[in-house]
């Protein structure tokens, strides 16, 4: 039986072998108490050690790009005209602009008689 045994060679993977490469680099960066408990807690409920959650959070995400000069523009254009279709809209709902188109349909009357003299 110790010779059967003997002659079987047992394989063990080395780290090379496994689909981790060897991590060398650390990086560090800072965190106050509570955003650390934060990291901790979420990385608990997933099962992981921070390291393993961290990892997995920032490489399965791209960020957004930031905005460029024109797209900077833009969005102030775009906040600006918020600010005013939000100003329109408050006035249509407040009925005030049935008064007022009255007011205008009776000048425009008045107006066009005169210009019928």
């Known amino acids: 039986m ?12 080395t780290r090379q072998e ?3 490469p060897v991590r060398q680099t650390t990086l560090t960066f800072r965190v106050n108490d509570a955003e650390r408990r934060i990291i901790e807690d979420r990385a608990k409920s997933c099962g992981k050690n921070v390291s393993e959650y961290l990892r997995q959070v920032v490489l399965s995400r791209t960020p957004r790009a930031a905005f460029t ?28 602009w049935i008064m007022v188109k009255l007011q205008n349909e009776r000048i425009i009357s008045v107006l066009k008689k005169l210009l019928r003299v």
């Not at 110790?2 to 993977?13: A, G």
């Not at 900077?72 to 005030?96: D, G, I, P, T």
């Open 69 to 96: 000069d024109d797209e900077r523009e833009q969005l102030k254009v775009v906040s600006a005209m918020r600010y005013n279709l939000q100003q329109l809209n408050n006035y249509f709902h407040s009925q005030e």
């Open 2 to 13: 110790n010779k059967e045994k003997d002659n079987k060679k047992t394989f063990r993977r």
């Open 18 to 20: 496994t689909s981790s």
